[in-house]
């Protein structure tokens, strides 16, 4: 897949899968935003990739972050032909032991930042009839997990948001899909417990985790011309965990 001179940007694009995202398309010919809470972590791991990477800061849990990043973002590639929601965080519990703050900043980050940037990149590819949206869910919004109700609730309300606006920008020319990673060897699945990990991996009948890599595989598939006829869907990436 070659995506010359494309203009991606991706959001929690400095470690795991957004940095496998963002390499992985930047070695393709394309030209990537990516971003971080930190404008010299975001700065600095863009320099780290081979290719043409900028980073900037980005919460997305503030409108006004939402609006400067994507105006700073589309001000140096000149526009925008895909975008990456794959920024997220985990506070994981029970539910009768989550705090008021923990569900609020797991669904603040990972389903109303989506929204939010989403909103931001939808009017310019609306204007130029053209455009790719890819949202990192996960399997947990499919299946549910005990300990991780407020994660899975963001989740399952991400594919949500990806089908209907699938659904409102399919006539522009713009795809709107997901991608679901079950178990992926990351800096987030390292701090699971031992035990944790090995009963997960237990019931994956591909027997591994996966990697970071190949989710940024699907998601460049999902953002590349062979995908012009896909949308609204959900992309699992799990070895079979989900099925």
């Not at 700065?43 to 409108?63: I, M």
């Not at 090995?198 to 985790?209: K, M, N």
């Not at 953002?223 to 079979?240: C, H, N, P, Q």
């Amino acid at each position: 897949m070659k995506f010359n001179d494309r203009r991606v940007i991706i959001t929690g694009g400095t470690r795991g899968i957004g940095n496998a995202i963002a390499a992985g398309f930047a070695s393709a010919g394309a030209r990537v935003v990516i971003s971080g809470r930190d404008a010299e972590v975001a700065a600095a791991k863009a320099a780290e990739l081979d290719g043409d990477v900028h980073g900037l800061a980005l919460d997305v849990t503030s409108g006004e972050s939402v609006q400067q990043f994507f105006a700073a973002a589309t001000d140096w590639l000149g526009g925008i032909d895909v975008l990456v929601a794959n920024a997220g965080i985990t506070r994981d519990k029970l539910v009768m032991a989550l705090k008021d703050e923990d569900w609020d900043e797991v669904l603040g980050t990972n389903l109303r930042g989506a929204f939010l940037c989403a909103r931001e990149a939808i009017r310019p590819m609306i204007r130029n009839r053209s455009g790719r949206i890819i949202a990192v869910t996960s399997v947990i919004g499919l299946t549910g997990n005990p300990g991780q109700g407020n994660y899975a609730a963001s989740k399952a309300g991400l594919i949500g948001l990806v089908k209907s606006l699938a659904q409102e920008v399919a006539s522009r020319n713009i795809t709107v899909n997901a991608v679901a990673p079950g178990m992926i060897d990351t800096d987030m699945s390292a701090d699971l417990p031992p035990k944790a990990r090995e009963a997960i991996e237990s019931r994956i009948p591909a027997g591994r985790a996966g990697t970071a890599q190949e989710v940024a595989s699907a998601v460049m598939f999902l953002a590349s011309d062979e995908a012009s006829y896909i949308t609204g869907e959900v992309l699992r990436v799990d070895g079979g965990l989900a099925c």
